[in-house]
């Protein structure tokens, strides 16, 4: 395996100690505020990443057995409202996250180099490869983790005042 892969799935498999040690940073309190410039609330981003990994999680496994298939798009934005993420239970959503992802992560630690160039059909992205969508989720979190850094110093401005 080459080692640009190799890297990006241990970055990949470290993404829910990254999640934590990032909420660590937001206190709880603030977690359902609103901010003016982002539609979502860091508990809602939370389970956000649940779900998004569950549809990673069978992205990544039709890849290995039925390239050349489709891959599922949903509508993030509708899910958070039409699945009440503000009413959601974090802890729950973080053991889902966790889960999943270690299972897929062990799974993709021993996918042979010729599965790497399977591809399937993504509705808004194209076709893409097993490399691709490992490029999209390693930088899931880290970029949801800034995305809550951002809401975070929103609310101080407002605590501030």
């Known amino acids: 395996m080459n080692a640009e892969r190799q890297a990006k799935i241990e970055s990949y498999g470290q993404a829910y100690q990254k999640l934590i040690d990032g909420l660590k940073k937001f206190p ?16 809602e ?15 990544c496994r039709r890849f290995l057995a039925e390239p050349g298939s489709n891959l599922m798009a949903y509508d993030e934005n ?10 959601q239970n974090t802890e729950d959503a973080l053991e ?24 399937c059909f993504h509705p808004e992205n194209g076709t893409m490869t097993l490399d691709d969508w490992l490029d999209v989720y390693e930088r899931h979190v880290p970029e949801h983790v800034a ?3 951002e809401v975070h110093a929103a609310w101080q401005a407002t605590v501030k005042d």
């Open 96 to 119: 889902l996250f966790r889960l999943l992802r270690k299972m897929t992560c062990d799974l993709i630690r021993t996918a042979p180099d010729e599965a790497w160039s399977r591809a």
């Open 78 to 87: 509708r899910w958070a409202v039409e699945l009440n993420y503000h009413d």
């Open 45 to 59: 981003i939370i389970v956000h990443i649940a779900d998004s990994e569950a549809n990673s999680y069978i992205r």
């Open 147 to 149: 995305q809550m850094a």
């Open 28 to 43: 709880r309190e603030m977690w359902q505020y609103r901010a003016p410039h982002d539609p979502w609330t860091i508990h």
